[in-house]
């Protein structure tokens, strides 16, 4: 309850603040890129990015704390504006079906290595499938948001960056050059294998200690767990009646849904906004028909009761058959009262679970028993993130047959009541066990960095028009007249033939490029560029794509962040 309060006096203190920057939507937080931010929009992503540390830390932020938590709140709505304004300048949209298909293509490894989804010990792709379609017997609706949300759309941004901002005429020019291009080169080649590295039980223990991430056990947790719902009061009831008295009041003068759903208010009552696509108009329910009926486009539909709460509904399209909808909900959420009452029933079961077990204490409350065997770290558990994200803050730090505290969850309006069964988590292998493994890590990584740094010194000072040969520290290769296709002793080098070519047409410094424990320095003595280059676009793509740095996307997004134009009116920012 104690975060609950402090945010509520929070966003109170804001709008007070906030209401100088008043305009025709309401309170602004600020502008990002011309757009405005409303302040119900960013104290929702605030009260997230709270709710979290809380989950964390266990406690609540300090000033300081709360000024860093405001930064990193603002950061990320910039980098949601930066996304929106992109999806919007290429026409970047994804649709449900997409998400399924893609899903169903390429299912997410995690989820592969789950114990939920798997037969046998073996990956079952229809209990996957039938999860996916339906969530049955898991609920995959987290993963589907987050598919539809960051990953599908980002995957789509990145190919049109690269084929509208950075494959120009320019770029793709010169990767043809680089493609038709012939040229002599010296290869001095370092090969690691060839490195002495001494080590002894000292620097191997100190290895092992510094590296214990790459020797965990498997870790997993066991669950057994009940959910207590909390059924809001009468007096809930009646609240959100009379919230929704006042929307449709409002509506019905001409004020939008969308202005609604942006407001402050939609904060405090957790209002939720949303398109329903188009539904087949024999699907609805009796009262959705009999409201739609005789209305014409734009008509705000009178209030309708529903077990979440009250639904306001826009008619947005209308054909023959088929019907779209806008839909605001005003859910009935529990107040502190039905909570608190829940509560003691939550409590009740951890006493009688102390007492007798889980199984038995839910079976003797009449509570519905859920089990999770061997579920690795992270997988969700329930359909609320943070509470997941609670509950295994809480499980770290537990002993098998530990019931943790009841937790409380708002958009599940339950209460939730862990045991944990079993768990093997921050284990890791003995040294004495893996020891050969140990060493054989550690030997490669100081045989490449030994080989690396060798072969940047010696980059470092060679002169070049020295002729080459090849000494007992390297070899030399020299090819002539090669193209990028050409091997390098049986080995294809084509896209370090790339880089040292684009380098040379940029007229920039020799480099060491790593390839399968080889370090290679391509001398180019000599190359031809052709002057009209003609080559297939899609080869040339798929050329530049390779070679583009891993952190391309990121690099992209930081430099769009530093240079976005932004003005934040909250205090302390």
Avoid at 416 to 429: F, G
Wanted: charged share 25%; aromatic share 10%.
């Amino acid at each position: 309850m104690y975060i609950m309060k402090r945010l509520t006096f929070m966003m109170m203190l804001l709008l007070m603040i906030l209401t100088a920057c008043e305009v025709n939507n309401g309170p602004v937080a600020g502008v990002i890129n011309g757009r405005s931010v409303s302040y119900s929009e960013y104290m929702n992503a605030f009260r997230t990015e709270y709710e979290n540390f809380y989950t964390v830390e266990g406690r609540a932020p300090n000033t300081d704390e709360k000024r860093e938590i405001g930064k990193l709140t603002w950061l990320y709505k910039t980098k949601y504006v930066i996304l929106q304004d992109y999806y919007k300048r290429y026409d970047i949209k994804v649709s449900h079906q997409e998400v399924i298909d893609t899903l169903t293509q390429n299912p997410p490894a995690y989820i592969v290595n789950s114990p939920r989804f798997k037969s046998d010990d073996k990956f079952d792709r229809e209990i996957y499938l039938q999860s996916l379609n339906y969530d049955s017997p898991q609920n995959l609706k987290p993963v589907r948001k987050k598919y539809f949300d960051d990953i599908i759309p980002i995957g789509k941004l990145k190919e049109a960056l690269i084929d509208k901002e950075f494959l120009d005429k320019k770029t793709s020019r010169q990767v043809a050059q680089v493609i038709g291009s012939k040229a002599d080169i010296d290869w001095v080649i370092f090969d690691s294998a060839k490195a002495d590295i001494k080590i002894n039980d000292t620097i191997l223990e100190d290895y092992y200690q510094g590296h214990l991430d790459n020797y965990k056990q498997e870790p997993y947790f066991s669950l057994r767990y009940t959910l207590i719902p909390v059924s809001p009061s009468e007096d809930d009831i009646n609240s959100a009646k009379a919230v929704t008295d006042s929307i449709y009041s409002d509506l019905v003068s001409g004020v939008s849904l969308e202005d609604i759903a942006a407001s402050s208010r939609t904060a405090y009552h957790h209002i939720k906004f949303n398109s329903t696509g188009f539904l087949f108009v024999p699907d609805l329910s009796p009262e959705l028909k009999q409201a739609i009926y005789n209305q014409q486009p734009g008509a705000v539909l009178a209030p309708i009761m529903t077990n979440e709460g009250y639904e306001i509904y826009r008619l947005d399209v209308l054909t023959k058959s088929m019907v779209k909808l806008s839909r605001l909900l005003i859910p009935t959420t529990p107040g502190e009262k039905s909570i608190a009452s829940a509560e003691k029933k939550a409590q009740d079961l951890v006493e009688l679970a102390k007492l007798l077990s889980m199984d038995q204490a839910c079976l003797e409350m009449d509570y519905t028993l859920c089990r999770e065997d061997k579920i690795l770290p992270g997988t969700p558990i329930t359909d609320d993130e943070t509470l997941d994200l609670q509950i295994y803050k809480k499980l770290e730090k537990s002993s098998k047959g530990t019931i943790i505290a009841p937790l409380f969850s708002y958009p599940l309006s339950a209460w939730i009541v862990v045991m944990l069964s079993d768990k093997q988590t921050q284990n890791h292998k003995a040294l004495e066990d893996i020891k050969d493994i140990v060493k054989a890590d550690l030997i490669s990584e100081k045989k490449a960095e030994f080989t690396r740094q060798k072969a940047s010194v010696w980059l470092a000072s060679y002169d070049l028009p020295a002729p080459l040969e090849s000494t007992t520290e390297y070899s030399v290769y020299t090819l002539k007249s090669q193209t990028m296709n050409d091997p390098l002793m049986g080995m294809s080098v084509k896209d370090v033939y790339y880089k040292a070519l684009t380098a040379q047409l940029q007229k920039k410094p020799a480099s060491v490029y790593e390839y399968q424990g080889l370090y290679l320095i391509p001398i180019v003595r000599h190359a031809e560029f052709p002057a009209k280059p003609t080559t297939d676009q899609a080869l040339i793509r798929q050329i530049y794509v390779r070679n583009l740095a891993p952190d391309w996307f990121d690099t992209w997004m930081n430099e769009k962040i530093k240079t976005a134009k932004t003005k934040l009116n909250t205090l302390g920012q």
